[in-house]
């Protein structure tokens, strides 16, 4: 495998705080909140004890051509949305279809087309579903239809590896670079999973916020009062290439993509480590693929679910890297503003890491009361200053299994 520089060359995601990618980042910078009251009427029809997730701000089936977005799941209309807009702005890279390749990623899949064909079946009987039903709800959805829409055909390949997913999809894409199967790819992850079945499923294993009179103020990642996380939805989608195939086309670039870590906890299928121990390595692992060291790192985005147990258990984790000179390193949980889009927030947190460098700023941590003394990052409601010089970042995901993956990005 060679050491080749990879490089980020175009950008999109279609989030909770905007229908593209300039729209989020500019939203997230202002301390918007993605998070709303749901305006369903299965809301009340079930009883549901959460009436509020952060659901995209632009429907994906509103942007996308209508015979298009009939043959998707919401989830793939998602990636669809995002990666067009990235490749758009890489500028539409000119590269042979055997040398494009696709490492996306989504933590559950179909899961709209999955429980509509159920409920078809049972309703009206067998030969009323749909026969596009499994080419719709299958995980590799997503990757199969970036696949065709570009002339990908060097590989797509799909990660589920529930809230780590996208982050991973990105550590293979560094790693399938730099190993010559191909010269770009498009990478990132997508989730649309908002419905009464989640909701009802997270809620009973007490893992959502329950602030149904408040939903914007409701995801409180390193606050004291924090009680859950909040369900979101969307995608977003990164252009990698080698740093020689950008340069020779003239591309502009808007970060290095230098290191990479993916670990597992074997600890609980939901919980995770108290300890640290995975994340920690996965951090390190990032750390030795990128050269640096943790005294190089000037920005954190954190995985910070606003979990009364995982915000905590990433401090530690961290610690265990930094020392302690974590307390005195910029740190974002962007999740604050966006909720957690499960399999595609890695990507999206990819994303606003990137843009972080590029504007040397960190994102401001909405909805802080009384921060936890348990989780006492250098985090702010406003926006903080990176300062000048080299930049490098580390954006973290985790997620249920027991998956860890950690992305580092540096300034160019």
């Known amino acids: 495998m060679s050491n080749s520089r990879i490089v980020v060359t175009g950008i999109g995601a279609s989030s909770p705080l905007g229908g593209t990618a300039p729209e989020s980042w500019s939203a997230l910078l202002d301390g918007e909140s993605g998070a709303r009251t749901l305006e369903y009427d299965w809301v009340e029809k079930y ?7 952060a659901e995209a701000k632009v429907r994906p089936d509103t942007v996308l051509e209508r015979p298009v977005a009939k043959r998707l799941d919401p989830s793939s209309q998602f ?41 078809i079946l ?24 970036l696949s065709l829409h570009f ?48 909701i009802a499923a997270f809620s009973s ?11 914007e ?7 004291i009062d924090r009680d859950g996380f909040v369900m979101g939805e969307g995608a977003a989608v990164l252009i990698l290439e080698t740093e020689e195939h950008a340069k020779a086309r003239g591309a502009k670039i808007y970060a290095a993509v230098v290191g990479g870590g993916v670990t597992a906890d074997s600890y609980h299928i939901t919980a995770n480590d108290p300890e640290g121990t995975g994340a920690a390595r996965a951090v390190r692992m990032a750390l030795e693929m990128a050269d640096a060291s943790p005294e190089d790192v000037t920005h954190i985005n954190a995985h910070a679910t606003s979990t009364p147990v995982g915000d905590p258990n990433e401090y530690v984790a961290l610690k265990t890297v930094f020392g302690s000179r974590i307390d005195d390193i910029p740190v974002s949980a962007t999740k604050a503003s966006t909720g957690h889009l499960l399999g595609g927030t890695g990507a999206l947190e990819a994303i606003f890491t990137i843009l972080a460098l590029r504007d040397r700023v960190a994102p401001p941590t909405i909805n802080i009361t009384t921060q936890d003394p348990e989780v006492p990052f250098r985090i702010s409601g ?20 027991g998956h860890n993956a950690v992305a580092a990005f540096a300034s160019v």
């Open 382 to 401: 406003e926006t903080q200053a990176l300062g000048d010089g080299q930049q490098l970042a580390i954006s973290n995901s985790f997620g249920f299994g």
């Open 217 to 223: 103020t409701a995801s409180r990642p390193g606050s």
């Open 122 to 145: 049972r309703e009206k009987g067998p030969r009323r579903v749909l026969p596009m039903t499994v080419p719709m709800l299958m995980p590799n959805a997503a990757a199969g239809n």
């Open 79 to 119: 990636a669809l949305v995002a990666a067009i807009e990235a490749w758009n702005d890489a500028g539409g890279p000119d590269v042979e279809p055997e040398r494009l390749g696709v490492d996306f990623a989504t933590g559950i899949g179909g899961l709209h087309t999955l429980l509509d064909g159920w409920d």
């Open 151 to 198: 002339n990908a055909r060097a590989y797509a390949r799909t990660v589920a590896s529930a809230c780590a997913s996208s982050t991973e999809s990105i550590v293979n894409a560094i790693e399938h670079l730099r190993s010559g199967l191909a010269d770009v790819v498009i990478a990132g992850g997508t989730e649309s999973v908002i419905h009464p079945v989640t």
């Open 205 to 215: 294993m007490q893992a959502l916020s329950r602030r149904n009179d408040s939903p």
């Open 47 to 53: 009883g549901l004890p959460v009436s509020f997730a």
